[in-house]
């Protein structure tokens, strides 16, 4: 079982940055994906980005192709989100998943850190 912790969020103005970090309870060995997926009030859960376990095969959302970069740390077993240029339509809760081993099937979620942009 992987526990996920995320962690950084916080209220920022429009522009500004935050980096969200996203820490697992153990290593993983073995080939799955990590990503990063948000909520806003009222709107469905929505996918941000994700990684491969080597760190490679990044995707983005178009929203945020550009201005937000997903990394990994496989030695702290972290994940992070740099976000750049935030905009009001950003602030969501974002949360952490983590993919079943070999497949691409998010399984272990986050609890979830919320981001607040303002104007």
């Known amino acids: 079982q992987v526990q996920l912790v995320e962690s950084g969020g916080g209220v920022v103005q429009a522009g500004g940055s935050l980096r969200l970090s996203c820490a697992a309870s153990?290593?993983?060995?073995?080939?799955?994906?990590t990503g990063w997926f948000r909520q806003a009030p009222g709107k469905e859960r929505e996918f941000v980005a994700q990684?491969?376990?080597?760190?490679?095969?990044?995707q983005y959302s178009d929203s945020v192709k550009g201005r937000f970069t997903i990394s990994r740390d496989n030695a702290k077993n972290t994940v992070y989100l740099q976000m750049n240029s935030l905009k009001l339509e950003d602030t969501a809760v974002y949360y952490c998943?983590?993919?079943?081993?070999?497949?691409?099937?998010?399984?272990?979620w986050g609890q979830g850190t919320q981001v607040t942009v303002s104007s």
């Open positions: 153990a290593r993983t060995f073995g080939t799955y994906i």
């Open positions: 990684i491969r376990w080597s760190g490679t095969g990044t």
């Open positions: 998943a983590q993919s079943r081993l070999g497949t691409y099937e998010y399984v272990y």
